[in-house]
Structures are given as C-alpha cells and as structure tokens.
C-alpha cells in the first residue's frame, strides 16, 4: 500500500459522507475480535522484532553487569586485595545508582524513541563496563561500577515498560520470559566465556585474564548496541513499518485489554501527576514488598563462584561448575511463565516457585553432603530466577493505565526492588564459609514471605480494581488520531 493510498479524504468527500465516516469508526472500535489471524500476524511482526533484540540487549546488560563475580575469582580479589567487606561495597554502589536513576529513566523513554534510547543506553554501559579494566585498586572499581548503575538503571524498568506498550496482560510474561532467560543464558555463558578468558589469555599483552573478561564483554556490549536500533520499533502508534490498519489493531488489543497506549490518543499525564498517583497507589507498595523480597533472594547470583568453591570446586574448574545453576533457571524461566500467561493465574505459579524454592533452600541449608547441596543449589536457584518475571509483569496486569503511571509503577517496583540488593549483598561475608547458613536461612525467609503475601495481595487487588477506561472511547481517540496524523482508517 502506497503513502498516498492511507491519506485521509478530502475535506468534501468527510463533508459529504460525514455520518458514513462516523459510523465507520464506531464500527472499527466495536470489532475487535480476540484472536483472529490479522492479530496473530501482527503479533508475530512484532515479536520477531521486538524479542530478539531486547533478548541480546538484556544479554550484554546482564555479562557486564555480572561478570565482577567472575572476575574476582579469576584474579581480580587477588591483585586488589580486596576483603569481603569491600567486595560487598563494590556490589553496593552500583545498585544505589541504579535504583535512584530508575524513575527518572522510565519517565524520560516514554517521551522518546526507545528503539535509539534502549540501544544507545547498551552502547553507553558497554563503554564504561570496559573501563573496569583500567582499574588498578578498589576505589576506582567502586566508581566504575556506580557509573555502571547510573546507565543501567533505564533498561530493565525500560524494556518492562516497552513490552507492557505493545503486549496483552497475558501475552506479557511470555515475551518477558523469553526476554529474562538471557539472565541464565549469559549467567552460564558467563562463567564458560570467564573460565577460557581467564585461563588462556591471563598475562596476554601484559593484561590479566581478569581485565581481558572486562575489555572482550564491554567492547561487544558496543557493538550489539550499534545496530539493534535498526530492527526495534518505537511505539504502536508511531511506528512507520506498521500499515494504519495495524497500528490500529494494535490500539485496539491494547485498549479492549485495559492497557493505556503509550504516545497513543489518550493524552499525556504529567511526569510529576504520574509519580503522585503511583505513590499514593497502595497496589504499588505491594508490588515493592514483593520484588524487594525476590531480588533480595536473588543476590545470591553475585557469590556463585564463591559458593561453589565452598563445595570443593575452585578455579577454572569452579566457573565450569556455575553453569549448570543457569541452566535450570533457563528453563524454570520459560516453564513458569508460560504456564503463568496460559492459565492466567500468575499469583499461583508465583506461589508455586516461592513455595518450592523455600524447601530446597531449606534442605541446602540442613545437609552437609556437598553433593546433594550442589544438587539442590541447582534447584533453588531456578526457582529465585522464575519469579522476578512473574511478579515484575504483574504489575502492568494490576496497575495497567495511564501509560506515564504505568511506566513509573514498574520504575519504582524496580528500583525499591533492587534496593534489597543494597543489604543483600552482605548476607554472604566470606566468614560464614563453607556453609554459609545465615545467607542461605535469610534467602529461605524471602521465599517464605512470597508465598504467604502473594495470595493476600491477589485477594486485595480483586476486591479493590482500578477503575478501566472504556475501550470504545480509547479506540475511537485513537482512530481521530491516526486521521489528524494524514491517514485514512
């Protein structure tokens, strides 16, 4: 179809049949039919764009955020010297910057492009990861890393967002999950990429293996940043590859699903109206509690090496040994959340992993065979890694519009969340070796909390809904919108 083939008519031709123009459009936000194959086609064209790129992207973001663990088993703690206490402090400052930018960040994509804004922040924390390697002593690897939290900080809550603009309440954890397994992916990745980098090219060119795993991952971060903006759409409304019918059938999905459309024709909530009606939101500190206790559990990622080592296995075979752990979270990911988005029951499956990983942590805890300790680490380990998916896409299910309140809702469960990170990262000090058992004791605490607040806080959301905007008045907005813009629907 050619441009002027979706120009609006000619102001005679709306004179003329002006009547027959309007019932045109009641009829077009009276059609939505769940399902049918003009939505699975656009559906797909979506996904083939949107999930490959923030997969890979997530992917880099994860290597370079992650990778400091490996790096201090392969050198790094031994050339800085670093005590457990400051090990800890280099964890810490990057999750205060991280969690102070997340709002702000949030705020900022849905005034922009986040095709350019997405990928631009990976071609920025790629930099900045690389320069670890120039680091010669603890404090400049503590400034570093808070740099590092500062960039990072938009993309998480970002792509959350940027999903919840595209997808229905319950397409969302599927393509999240998808999304999120590149956590795991480069979780194992990780350590095998550490384990080679560490052990072939340690003392190449006068640099340590250590330095090298910072250069190779933050040089690549770069690179993928570079192109991903090409294949990204930007919004449904405004994203030029889409034909005017498609742009309003993605309005429509979203509307009929209770979701507001970002840059759509429901008009813009100040950025300062958006931060107050989520705060005053009581649904939103319930989302907090929760993630705050999931990401606090998750801080274990940070000391895998180190919990491995505690079993026996050091060294290049310790960063082998990681794997594993990654790849059953890998596929607790993916079979949790497709669950979760096929039978509509994200409260349930979140019950599910909380409740299944409060075991395993308890038997990891109780045991002194490091076997069966290493077996059921594995175990519990998926089950920490399936819920920050169901949760964080549960948010935009609850707290669905306007699309500014939206954006700041998972912003802020995002960051109060990863705040847990803050005093997380000291529940595993190095004078707990080898068994660790107060890290291990909180982290079953955190799962026991999950299980028993998730069911409270579904019955609350059912009892109190927010209030939904009438999906034929935000389809129609949306119709005299892509009119005003010069096309004909």
């Known amino acids: 179809m050619s441009h002027e083939d979706v120009r609006k008519p000619s102001a005679e031709y709306v004179e003329t049949h002006g009547e027959a123009f309007e019932a045109h459009q009641a009829a ?27 997969w890979v992207l997530y992917t880099m973001s994860y290597l370079d955020r992650a990778n400091i663990g490996n790096a201090k088993t392969g050198g790094l703690q031994a050339d800085f ?10 964890l810490l400052v990057f999750f205060i910057s991280y969690v102070v930018f997340e709002i702000p960040s949030n705020l900022f994509l849905t005034r922009v492009r986040p095709s350019l804004y997405l990928s631009g922040l990976c071609v920025l924390w790629g930099g900045v ?6 680091c010669t002593n603890y404090s400049q690897l503590a400034g570093v890393r808070f740099a590092l939290g500062v960039i990072e900080a938009g993309f998480a809550p970002g792509v959350a967002f940027y999903l919840s603009s595209w997808y229905k309440k319950y397409e969302l954890a599927t393509r999240f999950s998808i999304y999120y397994t590149a956590t795991a992916v480069s979780g194992a990745f990780s350590g095998l990429l550490a384990g080679v980098i560490t052990q072939h090219l340690n003392g190449a060119r006068g640099l340590q293996g250590w330095q090298w795993l910072f250069l190779i991952e933050g040089i690549g971060s770069s690179f993928v940043g570079l192109f991903t903006w090409f294949i990204m759409p930007d919004w449904p409304s405004t994203t030029k590859w889409l034909t005017p019918e498609e742009r309003l059938l993605a309005a429509q999905r979203l509307a009929y699903d209770g979701l507001a459309n970002t840059q759509g024709a429901h008009g813009k909530t100040g950025e300062w109206a958006a931060i107050k009606m989520v705060f005053r939101d009581w649904r939103s500190w319930c989302f907090v509690f929760l993630y705050m206790l999931c990401t606090g559990a998750q801080t274990i990622q940070y000391f895998v090496p180190t919990l491995i080592g ?11 040994h990681t794997i594993p752990l990654y790849a059953c979270a890998f596929v607790c990911i993916l079979v949790f959340c497709f669950s979760a988005d096929r039978t509509q029951k994200k409260p349930l ?3 599910i992993a909380s409740g299944l990983g409060m075991v395993f942590f308890i038997i990891v805890t109780a045991v002194t065979n490091h076997m069966v300790q290493y077996v059921f680490i594995i175990l519990a ?8 998916p169901l949760i964080l896409t549960w948010v935009p299910n609850v707290i669905s519009q306007p699309a500014e309140k939206r954006a700041v809702a998972i912003a802020l469960v995002n960051a109060l969340g990863n705040s847990a990170s803050i005093y997380g990262v000291f529940l595993w000090p190095s004078t707990d070796a080898p068994r660790y058992i107060p890290g291990f004791s909180a982290t079953t605490v955190f ?7 998730t069911p409270i806080a579904y019955y609350l959301f059912r009892k109190h809904p927010i209030e939904q905007v009438d999906p034929d008045v935000a389809v129609r907005a949306e119709i005299n919108r892509q009119r005003e813009k010069g096309f004909q629907v």
């Not at 990861?129 to 120039?134: L, R, T």
């Open 28 to 54: 077009l936000a009276s059609q939505y039919q769940p399902g049918t194959d003009e939505e699975r086609k656009l559906v797909w064209k979506i996904d083939k764009r949107i999930v490959p790129c923030i």
């Open 81 to 90: 010297k670093l005590t457990s206490d400051q090990y800890s402090i280099v």
């Open 129 to 134: 990861a690389a320069c670890m390697a120039a």
């Open 310 to 320: 505690a079993l026996g296995w050091t060294g290049y075979d310790g960063q082998y």
């Open 381 to 388: 380990f998926g089950m920490v890694y399936a819920l920050p």
């Open 349 to 351: 499956f979140i019950m």
């Open 447 to 453: 799962m026991f909390l999950i299980f028993s607040f």
